[in-house]
């Protein structure tokens, strides 16, 4: 989709003389409803009005505004990126004109949580009866926070029951209702009703006190209705009239208003009269004559990614979910040559919230394209509350299969373990997903975790799976308290399996101890197991990654860390022995955390994570995204039987041009400052080798502006034998107060001289240190200018010194 505009077919506004035609056609009568209706079908006899007091046909295909139909008024389209505050203004997102689409060609595509109409005037009464109808095209649902409706048009005051709703629930159960001043009348249609993610459907509610019922239909077909009270009369409310927003949603993290739509909205009609069932038809069917061969039109849900261009911090070659929320990347396998990658991603908006698995592909690892989600919460499935992370294998028959986190609010704990096969394994970008329909590992209080101790019940997540010698284990994360209720530490439960489905419990394979180091957790989430070489012995030695969780507090620690052991491992035993119970950081820069991790086909140990991003949620809301991947890097074991970390190799593939600097040494600070005067930007790759000299600290600063009022500095320290970065000039507009300054960890010189490879992409910053170690960080410079690049330290050596400018990937 772009957000340029687009010429767009005139629609169809069907009045009342067209619905009584298509109907009686219908019908076999042109008598619609009867004297009830008031409605005389003799030659020359009048007709009552249709009632229609509104009519938003979204024929205008772009701008700010849409016209309503019926008094010619334009109302005003809210959307995050008319008034942008972190890139240039554009207009609200709308489908792409499709002449066979009919009436539904170019509609207005409502983001979740930033579009919606506004319409200020009241609506006319009538006599007390009511039609709302419209077509819709979800692109996922909400999660019903307050017991409250995705509203597609409202105009509710609910504590004075005034006013009327048709809107979207959990799962698809979509609902209308109406107030009379006295009571609140509703009904919502059951599960087999439900509108359906990435389809259009034409819904219609109608109240008709004359009948004593309010009725929904569903593509012109009653599909449930509820008993009305003699006398009820809809009351109008006194507050605007509002498509794709409750009028009084719910506010999530003190920003955020949910109940609101997700997807295309369009032929919105309000009527103050109640359409009988046949005329409800007569539209549907009208509308559907204008698509080609008849044939309701698939909808264009996607947001471009180009409504982003022009972010100033928004990483370019970083993978990016293709729009708001994602968390943690998971579930990474190679299958025929080709990369697949899941994430948490929130379709609704930049916020943790209606978590579905984002799905994307890629050739090399770096250039990803985008995929229909993969997994959501699903009702009547085993995770009808929650579809959280998990990992990716291969099956026995070599078809992939998905282990994922199955939340549902119904069993005790709620989170146990599913699985998911593809709907057709021979499509190769493995689009459809469908659960396995029973969980395949449950928690149970009994498990053995050691004497004197008991498992967490309740924190049962992440599913990490591997095949080695003909067996499938598995890792999932948890937590260990003592008898008494005290926090022991994080874990990773051990189970075993010949098929995925059936899963045999082989204890914990390690469990943390959180008293002596308090930053690992009281409970381990994403555990990452993957061998990474043989020691002198033969003996297989593997690492093990998790993702500290905090769930007693403090709140300080969190989202911040990603701790790492190495040891040998034995699978006949099913035994790991770490070298040392001391954790060690994988990296040293605040950011790194939610590691996922597989061995690709040439059998490279391969890991995700997640770069926090530590904005504001405002900045979230103002930005539209949130959070974004590190890069992909190899693990491997060193020399000294230590984890070694570095960017994968098909990084280099990004770069756009030769080398903007190439020079090899040695040379002075100076020098090499004056082959950098003309290497500005804020996406780059800086290969960097340089020796120490009097001064201990030496290093390059990034992000710099001009009289370094700003800048990022990556520093080794040979003094203290320590890699760190230095925040206290980083930009921080709209990044989290309080987490700037100064974070270093050890690390030992390779040869006396400091490796780094620097990876700049606007508000990242990674570097890699001899192998050895990285930094992950983000920079959000209040400054413009702030994109020069400068070595540092006195006595310092430059051996050599290369900077490329880097493209974009994703897309």
Request: proline residues 7%.
């Amino acid at each position: 989709m772009s957000d340029t505009p687009r010429e767009v077919p005139r629609k169809a506004v069907l009045g009342r003389r067209t619905l009584l035609a298509v109907a009686g056609s219908l019908a076999g009568t042109a008598a619609l409803g009867g004297a009830a209706h008031g409605v005389r079908t003799a030659a020359g006899a009048p007709r009552r009005d249709d009632g229609l007091v509104a009519h938003w046909s979204f024929r205008e295909g772009r701008g700010v505004t849409t016209t309503d139909q019926v008094s010619g008024r334009g109302d005003p389209i809210a959307y995050v990126f008319t008034d942008a505050v972190h890139k240039p203004d554009s207009d609200p997102l709308w489908e792409p004109a499709d002449a066979a689409a009919g009436t539904l060609s170019a509609a207005l595509l409502f983001d979740g949580y930033s579009t919606y109409v506004t319409r200020d005037a009241p609506l006319d009464p009538g006599t007390g009866a009511l039609t709302a109808a419209a077509w819709v095209a979800p692109s996922a649902f909400e999660w019903g926070d307050g017991g409250k409706e995705s509203a597609v048009v409202n105009q509710q005051e609910r504590a004075g029951n005034r006013g009327f709703s048709l809107g979207v629930g959990r799962h698809g159960r979509w609902l209308f209702g109406v107030g009379d001043g006295a009571a609140w009348h509703q009904a919502t249609v059951d599960q087999n009703a439900a509108l359906a993610p990435g389809a259009w459907a034409h819904i219609a509610g109608t109240f008709d006190p004359a009948a004593g019922a309010l009725r929904l239909y569903l593509n012109g077909r009653e599909v449930a209705s509820a008993p009305v009270p003699g006398g009820a009369l809809f009351a109008p409310a006194g507050v605007p009239l509002l498509i794709g927003r409750h009028s009084t949603p719910e506010i999530v993290n003190g920003v955020f208003a949910v109940n609101m739509f997700a997807g295309l909205i369009d032929e919105v009609r309000i009527r103050n009269v109640a359409l009988g069932a046949a005329e409800v038809a007569a539209e549907y069917r009208a509308d559907l004559d204008t698509f080609a061969g008849g044939t309701v039109p698939v909808p264009d849900l996607a947001m471009a990614r180009s409504r982003y261009l022009g972010d100033r911090y928004r990483p370019g070659y970083h993978f990016t979910a293709p729009n708001h929320w994602m968390n943690e990347p998971h579930a990474p396998i190679e299958v025929d040559g080709r990369y697949h990658l899941f994430y948490q991603h929130n379709v609704h908006g930049p916020y943790w919230h209606n978590i579905s698995w984002g799905h994307a592909v890629s050739d090399d690892l770096v250039r990803w394209r985008d995929l229909p989600v993969a997994l959501r919460p699903t009702a009547g499935s085993v995770a009808p509350d929650g579809v959280w992370s998990g990992d990716a294998v291969l099956a026995p028959d070599g078809t992939p299969a998905l282990l994922f986190t199955a939340g549902d609010d119904a069993q005790v704990p709620n989170q146990a373990v599913g699985l998911a096969r593809p709907a057709d394994p021979a499509d190769p970008d493995l689009a459809a997903w469908e659960m396995h329909p029973a969980l395949v590992t449950r928690q149970t209080r009994d498990l053995d975790v050691g004497a004197g101790r008991k498992v967490r019940f309740g924190d049962f997540r992440d599913p990490f799976a591997w095949q080695e010698d003909g067996t499938y284990f598995q890792l999932v994360g948890s937590g260990v308290l003592a008898d008494d209720g005290g926090a022991v530490g994080g874990t990773a439960l051990l189970y075993t399996s010949a098929d995925l489905e059936d899963w045999t419990y082989a204890g914990p394979l390690m469990t943390g101890d959180v008293r002596a180091y308090p930053r690992t957790g009281q409970v381990w989430e994403l555990p990452v197991f993957l061998p990474i070489g043989t020691d002198p012995g033969g003996r297989q030695r593997n690492v093990l990654l998790v993702n500290p969780a905090f769930p007693e507090g403090p709140g300080e620690y969190s989202s911040r860390f990603t701790y790492y052991w190495v040891g040998v491992w034995d699978a006949a035993s099913r035994t790991w022995t770490p070298d040392t119970a001391e954790p060690r950081l994988l990296d040293y820069g605040d950011h790194f955390t939610g590691p996922s991790g597989f061995v690709d086909g040439s059998g490279r140990s391969l890991v995700f994570s997640i770069a926090q991003d530590r904005r504001t949620e405002q900045a979230h809301f103002d930005a539209g995204w949130a959070h974004n991947a590190g890069l992909p890097v190899e693990v491997t074991m060193r020399p000294d039987g230590d984890l070694g970390v570095r960017p994968v190799a098909e990084t280099a593939r990004l770069h756009d041009g030769p080398p903007l600097v190439d020079v090899t040494g040695p040379l002075s600070v100076a020098e090499a400052n004056g082959h950098l005067g003309s290497a500005r930007g804020d996406m780059l790759h800086v290969r960097l080798a340089m020796a120490p000299g009097a001064d201990p600290r030496f290093g390059i600063d990034v992000l710099r502006s001009p009289g370094a009022e700003e800048y990022t500095r990556l520093f080794y320290d040979d003094g203290a034998g320590e890699f760190g970065v230095d925040r206290t000039r980083t930009g921080n507009n709209s990044g989290l107060g309080g987490q700037l300054g100064v974070h270093s960890g050890p690390l030992a010189l390779d040869g006396g001289r400091l490796g780094l490879d620097v990876f700049l992409d606007r508000s990242m910053v990674e570097a890699y240190a001899g192998g050895h170690k990285s930094i992950t960080t983000r920079a959000y410079s209040n400054r413009t200018d702030a994109l020069g690049l400068q070595v540092f330290g006195g006595g310092a050596v430059v051996e050599s010194l290369q900077v490329w400018r880097m493209g974009e990937a994703a897309g």
